[in-house]
């Protein structure tokens, strides 16, 4: 996210509340909308095709869960830097430079040979991302028509659209090839980086600059650092799910993007619905240790039923209504925990929560090989625990949190930073 000056709750306020406006924008926006779209099915695209790539490519299941680990190690780098960046270049250039380097490298994770390459090419895809999706929430909301609601609405639909469908997409395209979703990405962001440049107009101002040290500065506030550590243990439980499961599943790439599919819709829905209804009502700190710990049942469960393709599936699923909640109230707290300007919190601590879900594939795929296929089930249960404990202990540090109101704006930034 970028330190491009945002409205305040009184400007949200004071918008017109124009029903039909939604559907009725600038071709810019629409043209961000897309590509966000597009930018989000990058999260689950390769999933379903885990197993494809070991066996086309005679990889190893710990070879080919670095995937996710080269892609998220460079997102979270780079997202100490991406507010930086676009407060000097601008959010255009920015969004176009994000959507060039995803086409490149999606196209030639497509055409590698080897394993080592897609791993490679796939962190490349994670820096574009990071470029991409940090700056195109403050896109649509500066240009949209109908006020800053609708342009949220429509922000967030395209986020939920992009979670849900990237998996699916990448089980069809995958059952012809393992290659299919890199190249089906590269085109589709090929169009919307076509588009952005012919409709948007180029940045008429630019916010202050913001300081190369201040995520870093960030992480010695309390309470930023209790949450970036518990952030750290639960992405550990997210990734060994998301990652690890397709591996003792043993469906097809189709079976494969169906079930994640289920998993992105039920992470959507609670992310944008449910998550902001229950934060209205108990206490933000309440929400996150208790959704932790059923999450850490949710994860025992998998590896009771790990030879139950049913059961499984249905721990999947469950799994990803818990991580929607998760995720955009973790990130609401984290806003909320600093008068640091939100994109600095952001970016501070996504680069250490990141960590976790690098560590997370391949640490399961070893541990799976040391012990049985359920013990890294049983693990990222004990992950999410000490999360639980962290946000527990550290009640003191973070207890402000539950107080603080949250606009709109910020509720979708959390939902954003969260994904």
């Given amino acids: 996210m970028t330190a491009t000056a945002k409205p305040t709750t009184a400007g949200v306020a004071a918008a017109p509340k124009k029903q ?20 989000f099915m990058g999260i689950g695209l390769v999933d379903p095709i885990l197993p494809a790539i070991a066996e086309s490519l005679h990889a190893t299941q710990t070879q080919t869960s670095l995937l996710f680990t080269s892609y998220l190690l460079i997102t979270g780098f780079a997202m100490l830097f991406t507010s930086w960046i676009s407060t000097r270049i ?25 394993v080592e390459a897609v791993i490679g090419f796939r962190a490349g895809w994670g820096l574009g991302n990071a470029l991409f999706i940090s700056t195109a929430l403050a896109t649509i909301v500066g240009a949209a028509s109908g006020g800053a609601s609708s342009a949220i609405i429509l922000y967030e639909a395209a986020l939920g659209l992009g979670i849900a469908i ?12 393992w290659r299919g979703p890199f190249f089906g990405t590269s085109v589709l962001m090929a169009v919307g980086f076509i588009a952005i440049f012919a409709l948007m107009k180029k940045d008429a101002q630019r916010p202050t600059p913001t300081p190369l040290s201040a995520p ?23 990734f060994i799910l998301l990652a690890y499961t397709p591996f003792p599943l043993g469906l097809s790439a189709i079976g494969l993007g169906l079930t994640f599919f289920g998993w992105g819709l039920a992470v959507a829905i609670t992310s944008v619905w449910v998550a902001p209804a229950l934060t209205r009502r ?35 699923v469950a799994g990803g ?10 990130t609401e707290s984290v806003m909320a925990a600093t008068e640091l300007p939100r994109p600095v919190a952001s970016s501070a601590y996504s ?4 960590i976790g879900g690098a560590v997370a594939p391949p640490l399961a795929s070893l541990i799976a090989v ?26 003191r540090a973070i207890a402000h949190v539950d107080h603080e109101e949250e606009d709109e704006i910020e509720e979708a930034e959390a939902i954003t930073a969260g994904e």
């Fill in 20 to 39: 039909n406006s939604i559907l009725h924008q600038p071709k810019a926006v629409w043209a961000v909308a897309f590509a966000c779209v597009i930018a």
């Fill in 90 to 114: 601008g959010a255009r250039k920015t969004l176009l430079i994000g959507l060039a380097l995803i086409v490149v490298f999606a196209l030639l994770a497509g055409l590698s040979g080897s």
């Fill in 166 to 177: 990237g998996p699916l997409l990448g089980g069809l395209l995958g059952s012809i090839s």
């Fill in 216 to 238: 870093f500065k960030a992480l010695t506030r309390p309470a930023l650092a209790v949450l970036a550590v518990a952030a750290l243990f639960y992405n550990i439980a997210f």
């Fill in 282 to 316: 108990v206490p933000r700190t309440r929400v996150l240790w208790v959704v932790l710990l059923l999450l850490a049942v949710d994860l025992v469960l998998a590896g009771v039923f790990i030879g139950t393709t049913a059961g499984l599936i249905a721990c999947v």
């Fill in 321 to 330: 209504a818990l991580l929607g909640v998760m995720n955009t109230v973790l």
């Fill in 351 to 354: 680069a250490v929560r990141f």
């Fill in 370 to 395: 040391w012990f049985t296929a359920a013990t890294p089930f049983y693990f990222a249960a004990g992950s999410a625990v000490v999360a639980s404990l962290i946000v527990i202990l550290g009640h």
